[in-house]
């Protein structure tokens, strides 16, 4: 059984970095998409950044040039690095891992969400 495991949120200031970490377990053959989602109260889910099994990122406009996402070196965890952040940042972030490559960049790509974690950006 797949798994989805999120770690490395927390609270920093305007401009302030913090890296996400994403562990996916469990599979038996690579998922086709690895990604970030966030979510605030009273909001839909907005995607924030992608992993393909081709190599290829998609990044939300909202974050490009702020956001990478690259697999560590041993290739069981993905990162999410956050720089520059901003209060609007401020979210619950997932991680979630899917078999649908051609939709990497939104919800419809991922079937396995984690719980979470809470990144919170203050001015």
């Known amino acids: 059984q797949v798994q989805v495991v999120e770690s490395g949120g927390g609270s920093v200031q305007t401009g302030g970095s913090l890296r996400l970490s994403c562990e996916v377990s469990?599979?038996?053959?690579?998922?086709?998409?690895i990604g970030w989602f966030r979510q605030t109260p009273g909001k839909e889910r907005e995607f924030v950044s992608s992993?393909?099994?081709?190599?290829?990122?998609i990044h939300s406009d909202s974050v490009k040039g702020r956001f990478t996402i690259a697999k560590d070196n041993a290739g069981n965890t993905l990162n999410l690095q956050m720089n520059s952040l901003q209060p609007e940042d401020t979210a619950m972030y997932y991680c979630?891992?899917?078999?649908?490559?051609?939709?990497?960049?939104?919800?419809?790509?991922?079937?396995?969400w984690g719980q979470g974690t809470q990144v919170s950006v203050s001015s």
């Open positions: 979630a891992a899917g078999r649908r490559g051609r939709y990497c960049g939104s919800a419809r790509g991922y079937d396995i």
């Open positions: 992993l393909g099994s081709d190599g290829v990122t």
């Open positions: 469990g599979y038996t053959r690579p998922m086709d998409c």
